[in-house]
């Protein structure tokens, strides 16, 4: 059964039978990524949702099917027109019927794809909001089967996101026009603050949210001193020889300095940056994901919707301004689920550069998200907790121990125990309503009575001046541990206020211990430098001649179509094909990510190298 009628009211099994085919009969996989059929089902109910998936958790998928299971036609809204690119071309690859409208196309191209449309031959269309809205394409779309509405990179919806597009609200109006078309919203990053917003603004109806696990466990978290960057730098080279990485900087001439400085030493690099011409940025990033070049200097226009899975570390030379946009770029490593190392450096000096940039934002609400994004980032760089577990509550997820995979981890500070400490602090934010911001809830604690204090009533509070022995320094490094831990959290919308999470009620029940730094350790280790540990990467078993031959086939066939390798084959299904060996065309069939369409296409083609290979 190929397609159903939007919404069904089919029981999940049946939906998993269907979708299950789907994905092996158009993608060649053979079992989904957590999370990804839970959408799909509730997708197909005609329900809306939320999907927070790390970069490379297999966002697609979660429309792309459904677009396949319904009869009519599937809406994707992108607002990052190269990567439209990318997934049309990787949809085609497919055999699936797939175009894009944006302002890239010339006049030919977009009326044939508006004749594609009108015969109702396409199941995906990758729209620019730009366009959505130009005008009379929405009532164009009204005369469509529309069967699904997906919003990609989501968070742009929230102002309080750190890459907010104006036009992105006006999405709202999806929801007014075609009130019985479900809605799905993707993203890979967005806070608390943020998730919650995307579904009222795109104002959909009970959305459930879907967050798969943000965890990466295989990266290791390091954060370095900034100073003797370039000693460092070079002793992590010497770790990974003949290794892929990226190093993101925060300027054009860093980036450009760097990349010299390492082929100096006899490293094959380059720089990348949004100033190349668009050929010499697309040549830099072909020799990358080929292995010609081993590292990437940087600015952050690199490496979105890479698909290169063999990346061996991150650095960011330079203080990033969110963690967001961070733990995005650390997610480019290790993506094959080897070991792989991100360090961070972390100097004053990109704090100020930062700052000084913010200090020139005009609008005050958005100034406002940007220094506290900042805050946020900057307290990470200086913890003294498990990084991972920050990262993780950051994402609102909860985790349990302490990772083992962190530089704090590896060489912890002395812990003690601060459960009555912590007890005070959460019970004053609850006896207050969860009013609190940090430097009120610091006054209560010491018992001051300063005007916020004292126009609230706070002074009222049972546990007003429980905490009078500390001083306050030490109370703010505390509660920021407080916040590490995912005991609170900042509600940046309403006045940062702090509120107590699950686990903080735990600890107010005292079912649970709380470890924590005493102000003076902090101070003492953040002064001292930190020795950065060795971390070597196995080599993948499927490494070898078998897939550099591959490789070399896939680079062929890639350049005879005109179109880019991954098209053809991803890394990840070259090495599946390279372990697999496969002999005949039902073994071929097996190797994860050949489908139908793409076994009739290449199968002759690479099981006559591979047995070419075995033979020699
Ligand atoms: P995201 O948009 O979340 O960054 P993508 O949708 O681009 O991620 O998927 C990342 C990669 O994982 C792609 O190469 C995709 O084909 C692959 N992938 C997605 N789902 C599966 C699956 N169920 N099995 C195997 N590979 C998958
Ligand atoms: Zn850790």
């Not at 993707?186 to 806070?191: H, I, M, S, V």
């Not at 126009?455 to 490094?477: C, L, M, P, S």
């Not at 924590?516 to 953040?526: A, F, G, H, N, Y």
């Not at 090495?575 to 990510?593: H, S, T, W």
Request: with cysteine; net charge neutral.
């Amino acid at each position: 059964m190929e397609f159903v009628s939007e919404p069904t009211t089919l029981s999940s099994t049946s939906h998993r039978e269907i979708a299950a085919d789907l994905l092996e009969r158009h993608f060649g996989y053979k079992t989904f990524r957590p999370q990804q059929f839970e959408v799909i089902d509730h997708v197909l109910r005609g329900k809306d949702a939320v999907v927070l998936m790390p970069t490379g958790g297999g966002k697609s998928l979660c429309f792309q099917i459904p677009a396949l299971a319904f009869e009519g036609l599937t809406v994707v809204i992108s607002p990052l027109i190269a990567l439209m690119k990318d997934q049309v071309q990787a949809l085609q690859g497919n055999g699936i019927p797939a175009a894009f409208l944006n302002s890239s196309l010339n006049f030919g191209e977009e009326r044939l794809i508006h004749q594609q449309l009108r015969h109702g031959e396409l199941k995906l269309l990758y729209v620019s909001p730009e366009r959505l809205f130009q005008q009379g394409f929405l009532d164009q779309l009204l005369e469509m089967n529309v069967c699904l509405f997906a919003v990609d990179e989501a968070h742009c919806i929230s102002s309080w996101g750190h890459s907010f597009r104006p036009e992105y609200k006006q999405l709202s109006v999806l929801k007014q026009r075609f009130p019985q078309i479900p809605v799905v919203a993707l993203t890979a990053t967005a806070d608390r603050t943020v998730r919650s917003e995307i579904g009222q603004l795109l104002r959909m109806r009970e959305p459930r949210t879907f967050i798969s696990s943000f965890d990466r466990p295989n990266l290791s978290l390091a954060v370095l001193p900034g100073q003797d960057r370039w000693k460092a730098i070079e002793r992590i080279m010497g770790r990974h020889l003949g290794k892929c990485g990226i190093i993101y900087c925060n300027s054009r001439a860093g980036a450009e300095k760097l990349a010299a400085k390492l082929q100096g030493i006899g490293v094959k690099a380059a720089y990348y940056h949004a100033k190349l011409d668009p050929e010499e940025r697309s040549r830099v990033q072909d020799d990358f994901i080929q292995g010609k070049l081993h590292v990437i200097c940087a600015t952050i226009a690199f490496g979105m919707g890479i698909d290169k899975s063999d990346v061996r570390f991150v650095i960011h030379y330079n203080l990033p301004g969110t963690v967001e946009g961070y733990y995005q770029e650390i997610g480019r490593a290790g993506r094959d689920g080897q070991p792989a190392e991100t360090i961070l450096f972390y100097s004053y000096a990109d704090v100020q550069t930062h700052m000084h940039f913010a200090e020139e934002i005009e609008d005050p609400r958005y100034k406002e998200v940007v220094i506290a994004k900042l805050d946020r980032m900057k307290e990470y760089a200086q913890a003294q907790a498990c990084r991972r577990t920050i990262l993780l509550s950051y994402f609102s997820e909860e985790s349990g121990e302490a990772c083992g995979n962190c530089d704090v981890c590896k060489d912890p500070p002395k812990y003690f125990d601060g459960t009555v400490v912590a007890q005070k602090a959460l019970s004053a934010v609850v006896r207050s309503g969860q009013k609190l911001p940090l430097s009120v809830l610091v006054d209560v604690l010491k018992g001051t009575h300063s005007p916020a204090v004292s126009e609230n009533g706070w002074q009222r509070i049972k546990t007003f001046g429980a905490g009078h022995d500390t001083t306050a320094f030490a109370w703010v490094q505390f509660i920021q541990q407080f916040i590490h831990l995912g005991l609170l959290e900042v509600d940046y919308r309403d006045h940062h206020h702090l509120i107590i999470t699950r686990a903080g009620e735990a600890v107010l029940r005292g079912e649970r211990q709380v470890g924590l730094v005493s102000p003076e350790t902090i101070k003492e280790r953040q002064e001292r430098p930190k020795r950065s540990r060795q971390v070597v990467a196995e080599p993948s078993a499927a490494a070898g001649n078998l897939l550099a031959a591959l490789k070399e086939l896939r680079r062929e066939i890639a350049k005879q179509m005109g179109k880019p390798a991954y098209v053809v084959f991803s890394d990840a299904s070259l090495i599946d094909m390279a372990e697999k060996a496969p002999k005949n065309i039902y073994e071929f069939r097996l190797v994860n990510g050949v489908g139908d369409h793409k076994a009739a296409q290449y199968a002759d083609r690479f099981l006559a190298a591979i047995a070419a290979h075995l033979l020699s």
